[in-house]
């Protein structure tokens, strides 16, 4: 599933139909007919300098938005180049005129560092007939309030605006450009667009040689990969669009690149996921690991110390800013109607206030690789052993406080299941890693407190007459998070209560492949869309019971939900297919890696 090929309807709704490029430093969505609709500089929750994606109330319109247009275009084609980050775009019209656009975000190995400058670089050039082209760049600030201060130089437009001043530099006719003209391609041009800096060389040479390291470097990264036997693209475009959502001058991962797409039409679900959460950046290195990338992880667990250490040993918040910070206030965007018009546009998450106490396993699970994985240039050491020690303690000392759960809920707090479980797991990875260290006393210290967490929770997290665990201690509604007690190791898979779980869920909450988070009603009312990540949770619980051809079959309808370039949003219309919820998501990412490795015909087998 690489290659779109559509018509082109004048006024067409915005949809997820989208494609993404970056290079850990920036990134930046395409429509299908090649347009940035959404671009935030100089790093992923910056204000937008892009933001047509939520100014879509009638479809995409230039303002907010750098487009190229092929006159009188009829059709579109659109691709990432195999095991790249790299975008093409092909534009046809009824006549059999065509151009080629090639989209990608620097980013390779320069003077022994990553060369990964906040930059979108678009090469276009005549495919046949003699096309005609305008191109339109309008960038805007503080959330699309804000036109930018022109000025041009021979080569070059500069766009001053309240985040900063960006540059365009293009072989292109700057007149036309400034103006939105159209004019005839007779040879390839090239644009740059970023911060406000001169390029050493000529432009269409520094394009060339951009695109083609910038190529080598994925195909070299993508070919290390230890992916399994089927799936392969499918698992190859997952990493790829999860080590772009890592900002790596920090190393913190973001839980999607946009903001405000609702889970639902018209239902008010509209968060900004552009931080980094301690639960999914866990899944996303953990996911990574399992195809032996492990330097993702070696990059997280830098941002990782740094929140610890600034935790001291008491609460840690859910999420941080990508440069660690705490306070991440919510506010409302006026100015912009949202995605399909569908408001409110929200900047910043209350969920920076919450406690949810499953974010000390989640602390735990994602460092613990670092203590038995010999092939880390950095393993962890006594100092880390203590720092997680101390996570380890808060979450004994919360482990069955009530909270807001891993769902986020605004008003309500209970004792939750799957933050019981994962205080649980934060013990029980400390006593694996004491044993790992030859510190026999604290293993048994931390054995004593897993088992602790673990009576309770079977005792009071299980529901007799739903013959299921269920959401909260004493609870009466089902919840899909509970799936993950296989998955961390709390019960195995053949354990009569999780197969009688299993069973339960999918009564309640599935519709065919795909599932719901909850059966209770939140804040806003019951949920409307299925939440991927559970689907694919319970693809893997469906491959532990053995399972295998439902678990399959479950999981090639979930891969056939993805968008024609073979990435996901958060949400799923189980009845028209439609995605919705922020994108891409890395939750949603990391399940069709899982899923794959987990089902996958083994190589010595199929070779």
């Known amino acids: 599933m690489t290659k779109r090929d559509s018509p082109l309807l004048p006024h067409a ?15 930046a969505l395409l429509d299908p007919r090649g347009s940035i609709v959404w671009s935030c500089m100089p790093r992923f929750d910056a204000d937008p300098v892009f933001h047509a994606l939520l100014d879509s109330s009638d479809g995409y319109g230039s303002e907010g938005a750098l487009t190229i247009e092929l006159e009188a275009a009829a059709r579109a084609e659109q691709t990432y180049d195999r095991g790249t980050a790299i975008v093409r775009t092909r534009l046809y019209d009824s006549a059999g005129h065509g151009i080629e656009l090639v989209d990608f975000c620097p980013r ?39 036109a930018p201060q022109t000025s041009r130089g021979s080569n070059h437009l500069r766009y001053r605006l309240p985040g900063g001043t960006f540059r365009l530099t293009t072989n292109a006719p700057v007149t036309y450009i400034e103006d ?83 889970e639902a039409p018209g239902s008010g679900r509209n968060w900004d996921y552009r931080y980094c959460w301690l639960r999914d950046a866990f899944f996303v290195v953990r996911a990574l690991n ?26 840690v918040q859910p999420l941080y800013g990508l440069g660690l910070e705490r306070a991440i206030e919510e506010s409302l965007v006026s100015a912009l109607p949202g995605y399909r018009g569908m408001g409110p546009v929200r900047v910043g998450n209350q969920a920076h206030h919450h406690f949810q106490h499953d974010v000390y396993g989640n602390i735990v699970l994602g460092a613990s690789q670092a203590f038995h994985d010999q092939r880390l240039l950095r393993q962890g050491d006594a100092g880390d052993f203590a720092a997680l020690e101390a996570v380890g303690e808060q979450a004994w000392k919360v482990h069955d406080q009530p909270d807001a759960g891993m769902w986020e809920l605004r008003t309500r707090a ?15 990875r400390l006593m694996k890693i004491a044993r790992a260290r030859g510190a026999a006393e604290r293993a048994r210290h931390w054995r004593d407190r897993a088992e602790a967490i673990r009576r309770k929770l079977l005792e009071r997290a299980w529901n007799e007459r739903r013959r299921a665990f269920v959401e909260s201690f004493e609870g009466e509604y089902l919840d899909a998070s509970v799936l993950l007690m296989a998955e961390v190791g709390f019960l195995p898979a053949d354990d009569p209560r999780f197969i009688s779980t299993v069973d339960a869920l999918e009564h309640a909450l599935c519709d065919g492949p795909f599932m719901r988070r909850y059966e209770e009603a939140d804040d806003f009312g019951r949920p409307q869309t299925a939440f991927n990540v559970c689907a694919f949770w319970r693809v893997d619980a469906l491959a532990r019971l053995g399972r295998h051809t439902q678990a399959r079959e479950c999981f090639e309808a979930l891969l056939a939900g993805r968008t024609a370039l073979g990435l996901l949003s958060e949400d799923i219309d189980p009845h028209t297919g439609e995605l919705w919820g922020n994108f891409p998501q890395t939750y949603s990412m990391v399940g069709i890696i899982n899923g794959a490795v987990r089902l996958s015909a083994d190589w010595e087998d199929a070779v």
Not at 124 to 130: D, M, N, V, W, Y
Not at 414 to 428: F, G, I, N, P, Q
């Open 13 to 27: 709704p915005a949809t997820l139909e989208l494609a993404m490029i970056g290079n850990c430093s920036i990134s």
């Open 108 to 146: 390779f190995i320069t003077r022994d560092r990553v060369f990964r400058p906040a930059q979108i670089v678009r090469r276009i050039r005549p495919l046949a007939g003699r096309p005609r082209v305008r191109i339109g760049v309008h960038p805007r600030g503080q959330w699309g309030t804000v």
């Open 180 to 262: 939105s003209v159209w004019f005839s391609l007779h040879s390839p041009i090239s644009l740059l667009f970023g911060a406000d800096e001169m390029l050493d060389g000529g432009i269409e040479e520094t394009a060339r040689d951009f695109e083609e390291q910038t190529r080598l470097h994925w195909q070299h990264w993508s070919r290390r990969l230890a992916v399994p036997f089927e799936w392969q693209e499918a698992v190859i475009r997952a990493a790829i669009t999860l080590k772009l959502c890592q900002f790596e001058e920090t190393g913190a991962i973001v839980a999607a690149m946009t903001t405000s797409i609702p």
């Open 290 to 315: 399992s195809l032996s990338e492990v330097g993702t992880m070696e990059d997280y667990l830098r941002w990782l110390y740094d929140v610890i250490g600034s935790a001291g040993g008491g609460h």
């Open 414 to 428: 209970r004792v939750h299941t799957s933050s019981v479980l994962m205080c649980w797991a934060a013990c029980d």
